[in-house]
């Protein structure tokens, strides 16, 4: 008997990775095409945006650990790619040194706020967020409110902008699905269920979390990083916003939290409704984000992934219902 015979795991492993790497391909032809700037731009806006909300997933989803404080990751990326490529560094190498900035301050924020648990660390990330704000909006050096502005000295190419974006998600995903395999992932689902029962088997929450915090902010950051340059001007209220933090928790609500595809998902249906909504209304978009988070939690809590799952599982209780006897 071969081991693919005595494990169906292994054989059927393969055939697991291949539709992601349909998708990955078919995403990379897109540009042939011949897409319009704007139709490249929101692909590009909605790969940075589901980079950075996978990230948020390990943390929000895996760990349970809700946190509104994403944005001060995703600026400080953001910022540190942005100086970075104004002081003569290669933009790819301020990607990996914007998300190492992230991960950082993910320390700095995660030692005191892990103290916390439920709505009061939630709140704590809100508190750190917008006083992020309010010192980057007076620093100086970055051009206080008025914003700071990119010079690179190379022509603007939208297509490797977009291909940057893109490896940017595939990259989160595939870090996505290592976590929650691996023995850490299945630390931090015991986390999510009952911290209490986890330390008691074995599981430190706190340095747990304090990992899952880093990973996360490392790829959010970099995510930061990523649009400051396409963007070539960012201020602290475009990238440090609240609107920022709540755009990056919002995919994985839509698509599906503690799941591999749900921010994929969720950045999908976002990346199309989001311009429209800033567009048509510009001074309640965030009063119809925080809707659809209400009527999601309420009708389906697992998102789009958990109404497909659900409705597979009817379609299956009545196929095999079909079969039984009369």
């Known amino acids: 008997m071969s081991a693919a015979e005595r494990s169906p795991g292994l054989a059927a492993r393969p055939l697991a990775v291949l539709p992601p790497l349909v998708l990955l391909g078919l995403l990379a032809a897109l540009p042939l095409l011949n897409l319009g700037a704007n139709s490249v731009k929101v692909l590009f806006l909605t790969f940075v945006s589901i980079a950075a909300s996978v990230g948020w997933n390990i943390l929000g989803g895996f760990?349970?650990?809700v946190s509104f404080g994403f944005a001060v990751f995703y600026g400080l990326g953001a910022y540190t790619t942005a100086v970075g490529i104004n002081e003569g560094l290669n933009p790819y190498l301020t990607?990996?040194?914007a998300g190492a900035v992230a991960a950082l301050a993910s320390l700095l924020v995660?030692?005191?706020?892990?103290?916390?648990?439920?709505?009061?660390f939630a709140i704590a990330t809100i508190g750190v967020s917008?006083?992020?704000r309010v010192v980057m909006t007076n620093l100086e050096f970055t051009g206080g409110a008025s914003g700071y502005r990119i010079t690179e000295h190379v022509p603007f190419r939208q297509l490797e902008h977009y291909f940057t974006g893109l490896m940017l998600a595939a990259l989160a995903v595939g870090l996505s699905i290592i976590v929650r395999r691996s023995r850490f992932g299945l630390g931090l689902r015991a986390i999510r269920d009952d911290q209490d029962a986890a330390a008691d088997s074995g599981v430190n929450p706190f340095a747990s979390k304090l990992a899952a915090h880093a990973i996360?902010?490392?790829l959010t950051g970099a995510a930061g990083g990523v649009y400051a340059r396409y963007a070539a001007f960012i201020d602290p209220e475009g990238v440090f916003g609240f609107?920022?933090?709540?755009?990056?928790?919002?995919?994985?609500?839509?698509?599906?939290?503690?799941?591999?595809?749900?921010?994929?998902?969720g950045g999908g249906v976002y990346g199309v409704i989001e311009e429209e909504l800033v567009a048509r209304f510009p001074q309640v978009h965030l009063l119809l984000y925080g809707i659809l988070v209400m009527l999601i939690i309420l009708f389906e809590p697992g998102g789009i992934v958990g109404l497909f799952q659900r409705t597979r599982r009817f379609l299956l209780r009545r196929?095999?219902?079909?079969w039984q006897p009369s």
């Open 63 to 65: 760990a349970g650990q």
């Open 95 to 97: 990607y990996p040194l």
């Open 110 to 120: 995660g030692l005191p706020t892990f103290r916390l648990r439920g709505p009061y």
């Open 130 to 132: 917008e006083a992020t």
């Open 216 to 218: 996360a902010a490392a």
């Open 243 to 265: 609107q920022r933090g709540v755009g990056i928790l919002l995919l994985p609500v839509i698509g599906g939290v503690n799941t591999i595809w749900g921010p994929v998902i």
């Open 319 to 322: 196929r095999f219902a079909s």
